[in-house]
DNA sequence: ACATTAAGTGATT
DNA sequence: AATCACTTAATGT
């Protein structure tokens, strides 16, 4: 059962009828990094509660090339499948655990009722919703003033404490994925950065010591 | 030793 | 900042 890293995560902030709610009706989903959780289209029915592990939220053009938004870590859900949950409407999102994740899984249903009955419920969807709002808003302004390595900078920053490991284990070429840029853009300010001494790197790692 | 994949570089748009 | 063309280095078979 998924109790006591329930409570370690969401005690504090969930009252206990509701705890014992969640307890009852979600489900825990066990998935590995690099899993597709959610693709762009795919009917919501469930909301995540993450417990442990972080999960990397993408968009995708026509062209089927990818912009990473921001990641979700523990102690988060997903703002997005609030919109569309409610609604009853697709993703607009894909949704790839970063790393190995355990997640409890609530029928849409279920969350729907408790907005209302849950003050706590609703305090946190809202903050949730603030708090994502916010990283959109950031990564915005990193697109629109295109500073290429501010924003390689701060992925891997990111990608760094969302694992919880100063070592990232992944190509030029995946982390220009994520940032929807060419490797050799991403090589060259890498280069930079460890120049300046902010990270290392060798094959397939890069080690971010300003953090 | 050879093929494959990751990373580095210079030039061009 | 993106793309091309090419080199160099690391790894796998």
Redesign the pocket.
């Known amino acids: 059962m998924f109790k006591e890293a329930l409570e370690q995560h969401y005690g504090f902030l969930f009252e206990p009828p509701l705890m014992e709610e969640i307890l009852a009706y979600g489900s825990l989903k066990k998935v590995a990094a690099g899993q597709q959780l959610i693709e762009i289209g795919e009917l919501i029915t469930h909301m995540p509660l993450l417990l442990s592990g972080a999960i990397k939220i993408m968009r995708e053009d026509e062209k089927s090339d990818e912009l990473l938004l921001y990641f979700i870590e523990k102690g988060d859900t997903c703002a997005m499948s609030f919109s569309c949950c409610m609604g009853g409407s697709k993703s607009d999102i894909r949704a790839v655990a970063e790393t190995d994740a355990e997640i409890v899984m609530i029928p849409v249903a279920q969350m729907e009722s408790w907005m209302g009955k849950y003050k706590t419920w609703q305090q946190f969807v809202l903050d949730s919703y603030q708090a994502r709002m916010k990283e959109l808003l950031q990564t915005i302004d990193t697109l629109a003033f295109?500073?290429?390595?501010d924003r390689l900078l701060k992925h891997l920053q990111d990608k760094a404490k969302v694992t919880g490991d100063d070592h990232i284990h992944a190509?030029?070429?995946e982390i220009a994925y994520d940032l929807?840029?060419?490797?050799?853009?991403i090589?060259?300010?890498?280069?930079k950065l460890e120049n300046e001494g902010k990270i290392s790197?060798?094959?397939?790692d890069i080690t971010v010591i300003d953090l």
């Open positions: 295109m500073r290429m390595d190509t030029h070429q929807h840029t060419s490797r050799v853009v090589s060259r300010l890498l280069k790197m060798h094959r397939n």
